[in-house]
Each structure stands twice: as C-alpha cells, then as structure tokens.
C-alpha cells in the first residue's frame, strides 16, 4: 500500500443500517491505523442531511478527480452508487482492492503474524 496515493472506500450504504458507517469508518481506521495512509476519502463522513443526489454528486467527482485506489467493500456490485463509482475507476485506470485483497495484505504484515 503506497503512503502517497489517494484512497476513496466504495460499498453499498443505501438499506443498510446506519447507512453502512460503521464498515466504512472502520476501513478508514484499517488505512490509517496500519498502513499509515493519510489521504482517505469516506463517504460515510458527508453531511447526513445532505440528500442521495449532492452525496453521489460529489462521490463522483472524487473518484474522478481525487483518488488513485479505489477499495470495494462486500455488496458494491448491488450499489447502484458504488457501480457508478467502479465505472469511473476503471475508465480513469485506478488501482482497485476489494476488502479480501485488504484483509490478505494486514495478514502479511510482518507486525500481524
């Protein structure tokens, strides 16, 4: 995982409880906590108020313009959102990890075994 790349979580919110925060929240906490990343974008941290269309609006406009890895979490391929986010991902040619790919990198840590 490069330190110097940008990072945007990708996964379904809509139906689930709590908009699915607290998967998101804890993957932002995996990429901070150990690998040491620091340019994470969470979508689960916009204004709650906000409504589904300002949220993928600029959902969007982070993947395209913002982010170098894109990390799909379990559900993406049912998120009518996270779908239009991988679209833009693999037209703008970015780094995709899925949440398996993740978990796979911790577990080789030299810190994790």
Known sequence: MDKNKRYYI??????Y????????????EILR???GIENVTN????PPEWTYEQW???????????TDVIILLPGWE???????EMK??????????????????IFLMPNCN
């Open 17 to 28: 409880a709590d908009c699915n925060r607290p998967l998101f929240n804890k993957i932002e």
């Open 78 to 84: 049912k998120s009518k959102g996270a779908r239009a």
């Open 43 to 46: 979508p689960a941290k916009l």
């Open 10 to 15: 990708s996964g379904p919110m809509t139906g």
């Open 33 to 35: 906590k150990f690998f």
């Open 88 to 105: 833009i991902a693999l037209e703008k040619d970015l780094e995709i990890i899925t949440l398996n790919e993740l978990n796979h990198q």
């Open 56 to 66: 993928m609006e600029k959902d969007l406009y982070d993947v395209a313009n913002n």
